[in-house]
């Protein structure tokens, strides 16, 4: 499915910063923005909402920790009891650190495929490149042409921000 | 974003005024404290014994421990368990909660002193908006607090197995007489105390000169300083671990016990600062604190809880495995509940891990429950009473010994410290600015923002 972007280029940060605050002003939904490094202070202009990915890592978290318990106590105390040191056969504590690195394990794989499905940024996806400058020094504001309804209004702000160019691209 | 307030000359400039409240709040946790504490002698000491108590008890331990004839051990102990136990119990107690005490803000202090050297160490600048609560809490307290130990120092025999016990009785204990003997404990106590406080006071210092001249030579001067304190402390400060705590049960020994100690420390230090600069703040001072501030305070609060409680069961799960009688034997005091080791302990025991880490833990993870009040203080409020129960559990089992409990000595005691070291670090706090006008780093810790969102 291919869409139709608006492309305003920027070589200045805060430019685009401005931008963006003008274009949510009136009300324009911008797509996404690239840039060479991360701009302090976007998040809000760009309507991100806050990541639910900590939520997915306590959740991951118990998993592996209840996974943990329950597999011990079933192998050590119910399916293969075995007598070590005099030793009870579901130790709490024995138990502990081994639960620790399971939980810890489950958590972090479990955040990064879910970062990799979600982003998304799994290996071997063919990234979109607005511009090829915009992994060194450009950085590019996009709007979905759909979602434009004042087309020479967003061109105009985009050029008054400080944009030295204005582009459409296919992607 | 969104912190990009400025601000005046005049609200950085501000001092601390002690509130009339607040100094009848300190003088009357003293007096109460010491109400309470004589109330818990007298009771104490006229309900377990028909005899008067204290002095009465202290001649009976003399009487028994320097006999030239040396008894074996276990008459020594029984001795102790059949009759001095009832009347030894309320001078041992007093003494076992004047050490608990002065360890209890000691490693406030200490924790304070870590939290300034390191961010020092590590150039780091958020922390210096609020730099002058633990610097404070350094000068005001330290200074004052390690007069407890130096009380000790006279009755280390009545709460230290090694000191009262003659050589040649205990194989154990002769082994480590190098080490543990009066002399030699009292003069490195001594010298780790002047190291402490002597960074202490040389720190605020330059600190204060900074503040009238300006410029950046004292705050160079404070890195080397704060180097060689780091590395000093990391040394003392587990020494003292060893000696003041590990050395009340001296068969016994866990060469990771002064790191525990230390991450409790740490925990303790973090939830005082907050809980100062929360006072202040609500008292009208240091606006420019923001929540990114107690968030970091919430980090580190978290990440020690989970640090003290690796080193609680790193310590407990190879005394476990191992099973070795002389060191399984500390275990046994505190959480056996079937035989006759069974001290009373367990509850202390399995609460602890409740309390410190539990708690913290659950109540500490998400970042809103670190920056908001309503969530940090309760998790605040258990902490401070946490690091009482770890040290109750570190120290009761080797000297107050069977059925321990939470009594008016207790309570008198640690009340009659926290007024104390209310009045002393609010004093401190009130004579320099509340902000380090002069310091490099202030304006990065006036913008500090853990990120947006």
Redo the contacts between chains.
């Keep these: 499915m291919n869409r139709n972007f608006l492309l305003g280029k920027f070589w200045n940060p805060d430019h685009v910063l401005e931008a963006l605050e003008h274009l949510q002003d009136k009300g324009v939904k911008v797509y996404d923005v690239y840039a060479p490094f991360p701009i ?2 976007i ?2 202009l760009l309507d991100i909402k ?2 639910r990915l ?1 939520v997915a890592a ?1 959740i991951y978290g118990a998993f592996g920790l209840t996974l943990a318990l329950t597999m011990m106590s079933l192998i050590y105390g119910v399916v293969w009891p075995v007598n070590i ?1 005099g030793k009870p056969y579901i130790p709490w ?2 138990f ?2 081994i639960t620790f690195e399971t939980t810890v394990l489950f958590a972090a794989h479990g955040m990064v495929l879910t970062f990799f499905i979600i982003g998304p940024y799994w290996p071997g996806k063919k990234e979109v490149l607005m511009d090829d400058r915009q992994t060194d020094d450009v950085f590019v504001i996009a709007i979905d042409k759909k979602k434009i309804s004042d087309m020479d209004g967003v061109k105009k702000t985009l050029s008054e921000a400080g944009a030295f160019e204005i582009t459409e691209k296919e992607a | ?1 969104g912190h990009t307030h400025h601000f005046t000359k005049e609200q950085l400039n501000e001092r601390f005024e002690m509130p009339g409240r607040l100094r009848n709040l300190a003088f009357g946790l003293i007096g109460t404290g010491l109400v309470l504490l004589l109330a818990g002698i007298f009771l104490g000491g006229s309900s377990s014994a028909e005899k008067p108590a204290a002095p009465a008890t202290e001649e009976h331990h003399s009487s028994v421990t320097h006999t030239p004839d040396a008894q074996p051990v276990s008459d020594t102990d029984e001795a102790h368990g059949e009759e001095a136990h009832e009347t030894a119990s309320v001078g041992k107690r007093v003494l076992a909660n004047l050490l608990l005490c002065s360890v209890y803000f000691l490693s406030i202090g200490m924790g304070a002193m870590f939290f300034l050297t390191v961010h020092r160490i590590g150039n780091a600048g958020w922390h210096t908006a609020i730099m002058r609560v633990p610097e404070a809490i350094t000068v005001g307290w330290l200074p004052v607090g390690v007069v407890g130990f130096a009380a000790m120092f006279f009755f280390l025999g009545n709460i230290y197995e090694w000191a009262h016990i003659p050589p040649g009785v205990d194989a154990l204990i002769d082994t480590k007489r190098a080490y543990l003997n009066e002399p030699f404990f009292i003069g490195r106590t001594l010298l780790f105390f002047a190291i402490w406080i002597g960074a202490a006071l040389l720190l605020r210092r330059l600190s204060l000169r900074q503040d009238e001249e300006g410029g950046l030579s004292h705050f160079k001067r404070s890195e080397g300083i704060s180097a060689a304190f780091v590395i000093l402390f990391a040394i003392s400060y587990s020494f003292f671990a060893f000696d003041w705590l590990k050395s009340l049960e001296p068969h016994w020994f866990s060469t990771i016990f002064g790191v525990q100690f230390f991450g409790g420390s740490m925990v303790i230090a973090n939830v005082t600062i907050y809980m100062i600069l929360r006072y202040l703040q609500k008292q009208g001072y240091m606006q420019y604190v923001n929540e990114a501030h107690y968030h970091d305070l919430g980090k580190y609060t978290f990440g020690f809880s989970i640090f003290w409680a690796y080193t609680w ?1 790193a310590q ?2 190879l005394i ?2 191992s ?1 070795i009688p002389e060191e399984g034997i500390y275990y046994v005091k505190r959480y056996r509940t079937e035989d006759h080791e069974y001290l009373g302990y367990a509850f202390f025991f399995f609460g602890n891990i409740l309390v410190n880490f539990l708690v913290p833990f659950l109540g500490l ?3 809103d429950a670190k920056r908001k009040l309503a969530t940090f203080l309760p998790v605040a409020v258990v902490l401070i009473y946490g690091h009482w129960h770890d040290l109750f559990l570190m120290i009761m089992p080797g000297t107050v010994g069977q059925n321990p409990g939470i009594g008016l000595i207790e309570i008198g005691m640690f009340a009659a410290f926290a007024g104390l070291f209310i009045f002393l670090v609010f004093r401190a706090l009130g004579r320099a600015n509340l902000a380090p006008v002069q310091h490099p780093y202030l304006e990065e810790s006036l913008h500090h923002t853990t990120g ?2």
Aim: proline share 12%; charged share 10%; hydrophobic share 40%.
């Design positions: 302090h202070g998040e809000p806050r990541t900590t306590f040191g504590i024995a502990t650190p | 974003m069961l407990f799960l476990w495995y099973n993870m998400t970042r947006p969102v």
